[in-house]
């Protein structure tokens, strides 16, 4: 038996934690000397006598392949610190989950993520803001990471599932138990859409002690971790922290000055968090992460579009941005732009004499245009 599939067996056990687990590991017990060892065996490593009680009774060859069954029965994976597709920046933590229970597509775990997180009863603003925000993270490219909960986490969530880009759930309870339940529909979007993923077995409950651990997760996903909108009480503050801890960015969201729903993003802002006024201002500090894109322009075609791109077209009107796309299946002479666009000489001029301003278009030799 491999040593990942030990692991499993213990991370499966009831009331067994990372610590527990490293004991285990560093006294040469992760191999099948595990099945042959007594209570006493597993008190003198350092475990607590009901812990060292239940695993002398429970651990076998047969309990693992249980286990096992049940998860496949669920439908559920999983991928271990041992695996070459367990996510490199998640390894770089503290305490890295032994292992990352998942639905949904894996691959996106190798992806460049940020982590957007914030209070489960947002103001209109905040709603407004971190669909905003994710919309725009998603068209760059990069990943949205948040936790599922009401509020915040699902508003994001979504906004990156609306736009067609990746977003993966991290979860406090077992994937057989979604939490909150209204949640159900969201859960089963991105299990099929993104990733959801847990480091606690099946059938693990909903409990306030487990939230704090998962937002480790989220934060250790992520280069950097945006706080959207939270009071100063708010569980986004621990996120935070944790990625502070893994030497991560951390963003916020400034918010009226008389809202409590405010109070921990600006006194995030004030430690030194990078204030965020537009999507730009996080991806613009991951831009060498970020591969080149498909995107559809306004008439349904597809054109490749990078990172610069997209922070460029920011700064476009809609007609500039229209033209913007057109260039780049080109370059183009006046004559083709203005059978392309339909417009008529005065009109197409301006607004190439615009994107030249802009630095985003320029004029070769016989009147040829060209993006930069």
């Known amino acids: 038996m491999e040593e990942k599939d030990l692991l499993f067996g213990f991370n499966e056990v009831e009331g067994i934690g990372w610590k527990s687990i490293d004991k285990i590991r560093r006294a040469g017990l992760m191999s099948e000397r595990a099945f042959s060892c007594s209570a006493k065996d597993w008190k003198t490593i350092g475990l607590n006598g009901k812990l060292s009680n239940y695993l002398a009774s429970i651990y076998t060859l047969e309990w693992i392949a249980k286990r096992r069954l049940l998860m496949e029965e669920c439908a559920v994976k999983m991928v271990t610190v041992f695996d070459a597709a367990y996510p490199v920046l998640l390894k770089e933590t503290a305490q890295p989950p032994w292992i990352l229970y998942y639905r949904g597509r894996l691959e996106m775990l190798s992806t460049p993520s940020v982590a957007m997180v914030g209070t489960r009863v947002p103001t209109a603003y905040g709603r407004k803001v971190g669909e905003i925000l994710a919309e725009e993270l998603s068209a760059a490219g990069l990943t949205v990471v948040s936790g599922l909960a009401r509020g915040i986490d699902s508003i994001c969530h ?215």
């Open 158 to 372: 979504e906004a990156a599932l609306r736009s067609g880009g990746g977003t993966i759930a991290v979860v406090a309870t077992g994937l057989d138990k979604v939490y909150p339940t209204e949640n159900i529909e969201l859960e089963r979007r991105i299990s099929q859409e993104g990733l959801v993923i847990t480091e606690y077995p099946l059938g693990t409950k909903s409990h306030p002690g487990l939230f704090p651990q998962r937002n480790r997760i989220i934060a250790g996903l992520s280069r950097g971790t945006v706080v959207v909108e939270a009071d100063s009480r708010s569980g986004s503050l621990i996120t935070a922290d944790a990625a502070l801890e893994a030497g991560r960015d951390v963003f916020a969201v400034p918010g009226p000055i008389t809202s409590p729903k405010s109070r921990g993003a600006l006194e995030l802002i004030k430690q030194g968090a990078k204030l965020v006024t537009s999507g730009l201002d996080i991806i613009e500090e991951y831009t060498s992460y970020l591969p080149t894109n498909v995107i559809k322009t306004g008439n349904n075609s597809t054109t490749e579009q990078t990172a610069d791109d997209f922070m460029i077209e920011k700064k476009l009107t809609n007609e500039e941005s229209h033209l913007y796309h057109i260039l780049h299946q080109g370059p183009f002479i006046l004559d083709d732009l203005l059978v392309r666009t339909g417009w008529d000489f005065g009109h197409l001029h301006s607004v190439l004499l615009s994107l030249i301003i802009k630095k985003a278009v320029t004029q070769l030799p016989g009147a040829i245009y060209k993006v930069i």
